[in-house]
C-alpha cells in the first residue's frame, strides 16, 4: 500500500517561544509529513526569523493580523495533498501521532479525527488550574461523534474543506473548532472521531492576567459571533459567577485555596474584560 501524503499547517501568531520545538516535533513521525506550511499571522516577535531557518517549510505571511480562521483557510488553500494535518504554535507531537490519527481517518465514515492534548508545564498551578477546568481532550477513551474536535490537533480531508466552504473567518482567536465541527455533522457525510491514543503536548505557560484572557476569549467567542450588548454582558457575568461558585465549594471541600484565589479573579477580571469590550464596541 503507498504511503499516504499529507500536508501539515501550523497558524502562528508571536510564537517565538514554542515554534521552534512544534516544528521540530514534525520530523520525528513514523509516518513524514510530506508538506510543512506555517502561516505567520503579521507577527511582532521573532517568529518569522525562527521559521526562516527552516529551508523544507513553506512560510505564508499575513500582511495584517487576520486571525485564526483566515490563516488556516490560506494554509489548506495551499496545501498540495488531501490530508491536511494541523496543530497550534504551541504543541508538540509524540512520535506515533500521525500514524495512529490516519488508522482512524482511513476508516469508513470519518472525516475528520483530533488527538488527545496534555498539558505538559503542569508544575505552574495556572496550566495546572486551567487542565483541571479548560482541558482540551475527551478523557482516555476513543469517541465517535464527540460534541467537537479541539482546534489545537486534527486530521482532515481537504475535500471536506472545500464543500463546508472552510473555517468562518469571523473567529479570530478561539471558537472555530466548534462552529468547523458543528458543520461536518449538519452535511451529514462523515463522522467526527476522537482518538486517546494519538497524544500531543501543549506547551502554553500562563500567569495569571494570561489565564484569564483566555477564559474570557474561550466564553465570549467560543461558540458563536455575538456581538457586545447590556443583555450579553448580564448573561456571560452571572454565568461566570455560577462557574466560581461550584469551583469555590469543591475546592472548599479539598482546602484548594489555590484554586478558589485563580477561580476569584479570573471572574473579576472576566466581567473588567467583558465590559471594556462593550465599551469599546
Not at 521540530?24 to 513514523?30: D, E, I, R, Y
Not at 505571511?61 to 491536511?84: D, T
Not at 487542565?131 to 482540551?136: C, L
Not at 450588548?229 to 452571572?238: C, E, F, G, H, N
Amino acid at each position: 500500500m503507498m504511503q499516504q501524503k499529507v500536508s501539515i499547517h501550523i497558524p502562528a501568531f508571536n510564537a517565538e517561544r514554542t515554534i521552534e520545538e512544534c516544528i521540530n516535533s514534525l520530523f520525528h513521525q513514523t509516518i513524514p509529513f510530506d508538506e510543512i506550511i506555517v502561516v505567520n499571522d503579521f507577527s511582532s516577535d521573532k517568529t518569522l526569523e525562527i521559521l526562516k531557518k527552516y529551508k523544507t517549510i513553506k512560510i505564508i505571511n499575513n500582511k495584517m493580523n487576520m486571525g485564526l480562521s483566515y490563516s488556516r483557510n490560506q494554509a489548506i488553500k495551499n496545501s498540495r495533498n488531501e490530508i491536511i494535518a494541523s496543530i497550534d504554535a504551541d504543541v508538540i507531537l509524540e512520535d506515533q501521532w500521525l500514524e495512529k490519527m490516519l488508522f482512524y481517518l482511513n476508516k469508513d465514515g470519518i472525516s475528520m479525527c483530533g488527538g488527545k492534548l496534555e498539558e505538559k508545564l503542569i508544575n505552574n498551578k495556572f496550566n495546572l488550574w486551567r487542565a483541571k477546568y479548560y482541558s482540551q481532550n475527551w478523557g482516555n477513551q476513543d469517541k465517535l461523534n464527540p460534541n467537537f474536535l479541539f482546534g489545537c490537533n486534527t486530521l482532515q480531508k481537504k475535500s471536506i474543506w472545500q464543500e463546508i466552504g472552510g473555517y468562518d473567518e469571523n473567529f479570530k482567536t478561539n471558537g472555530e473548532d466548534i462552529d468547523y465541527s458543528n458543520k461536518i455533522k449538519n452535511l451529514n457525510k462523515g463522522n467526527l472521531f476522537y482518538s486517546a491514543n494519538a497524544k500531543c503536548f501543549h506547551l502554553q505557560n500562563d500567569n495569571l492576567e494570561s489565564l484569564s484572557n483566555r477564559v474570557w476569549r474561550y466564553h465570549a467567542f467560543g461558540y458563536k459571533i455575538k456581538e457586545p450588548s447590556v443583555k450579553r454582558l448580564i448573561k456571560l457575568s452571572i454565568k461566570q459567577f455560577k462557574f466560581m461558585i461550584n469551583r469555590t465549594l469543591l475546592n472548599l471541600i479539598k482546602f484548594n485555596l489555590n484554586n478558589i484565589y485563580i477561580s476569584a479573579f479570573i471572574f473579576i477580571k472576566f466581567i473588567e474584560l467583558e465590559y471594556k469590550y462593550f465599551k469599546k464596541k
